[in-house]
């Protein structure tokens, strides 16, 4: 575009115009000339600051990368280094456990060793005490009758004087309420706890039976009687536990069963009861009944408390009780 304006120009005519006209487009010429020298000037200073940033990036990227380099050899070097020192530890625990294991292998071969002789010693030793019992065996085969007789003997005689003393125990009891006739309630709680303390020993209670209410009892009756009705843990008996046993004992045994059954659970309690029925016609005998108090309840009194509350449930005699109606009575004791 612009040669075909300088072509124009220059098919003009030469005038004092014309000059004019073409020394403008001589002058354009020249400050196009320029700008394009600045702007060619300018491109290679910034081509040159260029290079030099490259050329510093490129000894950046070198010293990065020999650092590089020499870390990773020196890691690998601290590497190697540590391996070949495990691999050495390695080595020398499983050399030093070999050798462990020979001396164990040793020792237990001496061991076994010992313990060869010291059985064999054993089974001599047990052929002569064999043989010896034997001998006694023979001497004293005639003497084991004697022996099963004596004890067969014993423990009847054991039995013969637990059911006498228990015996004793319902009309010893009938003796101290007749003894204690008049003195009902409150009075013959403060008249037998004279200190007031609730808790009775057996020499107070031994006192009270002989000088109080003047029965005369023998000694193993009151110690049998002190022992059904004292507590396992103070080894005393309850003042409450004692009158209730004067005045009304099947009311006693019913309290006792209730306090026991709500330290095992009343839901329990009941199952354990129900289930005593085998045949399932809702009924127990005594027997069931004195089992169940002795293992479940864990109490121990004479048979002849347990057969008066029976008895009090049982009331028509057939030996047989309804369960629903002892439970009944135990809890509303």
Known sequence: HDRRNLAAITDLPVSTGGRS??????????????????????????EAGHQTAMDELRRDIDSEVAESREATNRFRHEFDRMVHARC?????????????????????DKALERLDTEVATVRRSLCKVS??????????????????????????????RKTALQELIEPLRLRLKEAADGLQGGRLGRFIDVDGSGLIRFDEFRSIVHR????????????????????DMTGRISLAELVDFITDPTLRMRRRLRRAAEKVGWLEFEDV??????????????SEFKLMVRTKLKLHDSNTD????????DRAGFGAASIEELLDSIRGA
């Open 212 to 231: 109080q209410l003047q029965v005369d009892a023998p000694e193993e009756s009151l110690q049998l009687l002190f022992g059904s009705l004292a507590d």
């Open 88 to 108: 050495q530890v390695v080595a020398d625990g499983l050399e030093a456990m070999e050798s462990c294991q020979r001396i164990g292998n040793h020792s237990q």
């Open 21 to 46: 006209m073409f020394t403008d487009a001589h002058t354009f010429m020249d400050n196009a000339m320029a700008e394009l020298c600045r702007i060619h000037a300018m491109l290679e200073t910034n």
């Open 131 to 160: 043989g010896r019992w034997s001998k006694v065996k023979e001497r004293n085969a005639d003497r084991d009758d004697l022996y099963k007789g004596h004890a067969r003997t014993t423990r009847r005689a054991t039995q013969a």
């Open 273 to 286: 009861v129900r289930k005593m029925s085998k045949d399932g016609s809702g009924k127990i005998v005594f």
């Open 306 to 313: 347990l057969q008066l509350l029976f008895r009090s449930v």
